[in-house]
């Protein structure tokens, strides 16, 4: 790298080729003279191993350890690194295969310790302990609110399958109604005490509704309906005890939570959930740019030869990507400015586009809200008024061309 004019930034750097196992170090040290020394250990995975690893950099006088996020291995790497007091950053595994100049016999480790001396390495956003752990919790959640959107879809394919057209009828098979109509079917209950568990605008339709209850379940769509009804109610239950322990644990964010709660779509659950992501501290990211492009929700930018071309968005965080969509999906049915955009942007866009730029315009006030530790105040902007005045004289001009703008009437002869 010095035959190429770059200046070292550090003098005792280390990276880690991290396997489940086995971990591979290299440290380079610049000695006063100039010259390079390097070590090279390999350790084990266990925690007594993470341990002398740590000890070993610190007895070295590492300023900066360097490691590829390589699945889930590098953590645990990163915690003991983290309590030794030694800096270690954790970079993206595509942009370290992407840096020309590497030698064929040269080591992962002594590779990320060069790009590493030089600044050619950038470290990706690694949370606090805190919000690492409750990653662990919110993740998990997701996965159960899957397996419960799964299995709901698998009740609604039994009952259809044995004739209960009840999913045709109510707007939520797992709705309090419907699910209590269910376990009523399951208990073999009549249709008329069926029709009475009905609530809201739904007893107005209870002769659709009845004949929707009509169907031949026999004993084994009764079996299966029985066991998927039940473990839905587990994973609903499961999940209202994650969301309290959740919301117990935004505590010390409380400031930050109740603030992304002013936003149109967010609730006091999905507030935390993008805490538990992306932190209260935006000085992390720098702008709301480099926030939203972490978030995979900016527009990519792949412009040649002053052609334009595909500005789908690029990998990022999927996590608070589905996020975000979601709640831009509740937030385009209020009355609110997000909702005005969602509605201007689909005149010319498919839903799930405009789902995205309502995800990226709120990624951006989430992060002048933290940095400025200010709520969202809806600013009440008309955006189809705004396309309009924009539009107006191109529209105009064009129904002129094809004959379809209304002459002026002539003015009445004069007596």
């Not at 009523?184 to 069926?194: D, F, Q, Y």
């Not at 009905?198 to 929707?212: H, T």
């Not at 539009?391 to 129904?399: E, G, V």
């Amino acid at each position: 790298m010095e035959d190429l004019g770059l200046r070292a930034l550090y003098r005792r750097v280390a990276g880690i080729d991290v396997h489940r196992m086995l971990h591979v170090v290299t440290v380079l040290i610049e000695q006063g003279d100039g010259s390079m020394q390097r070590h090279t250990r390999e350790f084990g995975g266990f925690r007594r191993d993470c341990r002398a690893l740590a000890a070993w950099l610190s007895g070295l006088g590492v300023e900066l350890v360097v490691m590829e996020s390589t699945g889930i291995y590098w953590k645990s790497v990163h915690a003991h690194l983290e309590n030794a007091g030694i800096c270690a950053w954790v970079v993206n595994a595509h942009l370290i295969k992407h840096v020309p100049g590497r030698k064929t016999d040269m080591a992962d480790s002594e590779w990320l310790a060069v790009l590493a001396r030089f600044g050619l390495v950038r470290a990706s956003f690694i949370p606090p302990k805190d919000l690492r752990e409750l990653r662990l919790v919110s993740r998990y959640r997701r996965k159960l609110s899957a397996m419960c959107a799964s299995e709901v879809n698998r009740l609604h394919k039994i009952l259809d399958d044995g004739g209960i057209k009840l999913g045709g009828v109510v707007s939520d098979i797992n709705g309090v109604s419907a699910r209590a109509m269910v376990s009523a079917l399951i208990e073999g209950k009549s249709v008329e005490h069926m029709l009475g568990l009905a609530r809201g605008k739904l007893k107005q339709r209870r002769e659709d509704l009845g004949a929707s209850l009509e169907g031949d379940l026999s004993a084994r769509h009764l079996f299966v309906l029985g066991h998927i009804h039940a473990h839905i109610e587990t994973l609903q239950r499961e999940i209202i005890d994650i969301d309290r322990y959740l919301l117990a644990a935004m505590q010390p964010y409380a400031w930050a939570h109740q603030l992304l709660q002013t936003i149109p779509g967010v609730d006091e659950i999905a507030a935390a959930l993008i805490l538990i992501e992306i932190g209260d501290d935006m000085a992390r990211f720098g702008c709301a740019e480099r926030l939203a492009c972490w978030a995979a929700l900016s527009p990519g930018n792949n412009e040649s030869a002053g052609k334009r071309k595909s500005g789908r968005t690029r990998h990022g965080n999927s996590i608070i990507r589905f996020i975000l969509c979601e709640c831009a999906n509740a937030a385009r049915m209020t009355k609110s400015t997000l909702a005005s955009k969602y509605r201007s942007l689909m005149a010319r866009k498919s839903h799930k586009k405009a789902i995205v730029a309502v995800a990226h315009k709120m990624i951006r006030l989430i992060f002048l809200m933290l940095s400025r530790r200010q709520p969202y105040i809806d600013q009440a902007i008309d955006y189809a008024a705004m396309s309009a005045k924009k539009n107006a004289p191109r529209w105009i001009k064009q129904l002129k061309t094809i004959g379809r703008w209304p002459s002026p009437e002539p003015a009445a002869a004069s007596h």
